[in-house]
């Protein structure tokens, strides 16, 4: 049992480049989110969706986008990168009769 | 939105003391009320939660209490190990959907 998957671990960009973070989940999980995680601010919502096709804004959105096609995958787009988007991002899921969000290893991302 | 406080920012304890951990949250339709540890590394991981349906909740050393009329509450952690180590994140929702998080409280247990 995978649980939820986040791929890459590590990634280096430089400004200006986009990017893909993968994020996956085998247990047939309605919700997914995706949160940025910064030293003294603890996890901050980016993007959530609550089903395929449904996608909405957390708290700090801009410079994101997401898309959720299928049930088990929620990736998360960086447009343009920013050295300010130098985070590690965690993916996570819940669903009906889950307790609390599973979350994924996360991926440190550092844009330079 | 939702907004949640957590206190202390950092805690060190002697091994076998109890540490308490707070959060205070602004939306009164939030009725979801988890904690999550996080270890060097890894993603949180749920360690107990409450509903607002209950004032308190046990699960062996672990506790968290609610106060629905105060706004707060607090995760509890008895007889601690070294092991108890890690950051601790409150967070609230009404829907278990969009999910809002405190700053974390960094926990330190001395041998």
């Known amino acids: 049992n995978a649980g939820v998957t986040q791929t890459p671990k590590f990634q280096v960009l430089k400004t200006g480049q986009s990017m893909t973070l993968q994020c996956a989940q085998d247990?047939?999980?309605?919700?997914m989110s995706w949160y940025r995680q910064d030293p003294g601010m603890g996890l901050r919502l980016i993007h959530y969706?609550?089903?395929?096709?449904?996608?909405d804004q957390g708290e700090v959105p801009n410079g994101y986008n997401v898309s959720r096609s299928t049930t088990e995958d929620f990736p998360l787009r960086l447009l343009s990168a920013a050295p300010s988007q130098t985070s590690v991002y965690f993916c996570?899921?819940?669903?009906?009769?889950?307790?609390?969000?599973?979350f994924g290893s996360g991926t440190r991302l550092t844009v330079v | 939105g939702e907004n949640v406080e957590q206190h202390p920012s950092t805690l060190s304890v002697q091994e076998g003391d109890s540490a308490v951990i707070k959060c205070t949250y602004s939306?009164?339709?939030?009725?979801?009320f988890p904690w999550y540890k996080q270890e060097l590394g890894k993603g949180p991981q749920l360690i107990i939660d409450?509903?607002?349906?209950?004032g308190e909740k046990k699960d062996q050393r672990i506790a968290v209490t609610l106060n629905k009329t105060a706004k707060h509450f607090s995760l509890h952690i008895t007889e601690t190990q070294p092991e108890d180590s890690a950051v601790y994140f409150c967070?609230?929702?009404?829907?278990?959907?969009?999910?809002?998080f405190g700053a974390g409280t960094r926990l330190t247990v001395k041998p």
């Open positions: 996570a899921s819940t669903g009906q009769g889950a307790d609390g969000y599973t």
């Open positions: 409450i509903r607002s349906n209950v």
């Open positions: 969706s609550v089903g395929a096709g449904i996608t």
């Open positions: 939306d009164s339709a939030s009725n979801y």
């Open positions: 247990m047939n999980h309605e919700y």
């Open positions: 967070a609230a929702s009404d829907n278990n959907n969009d999910m809002r």
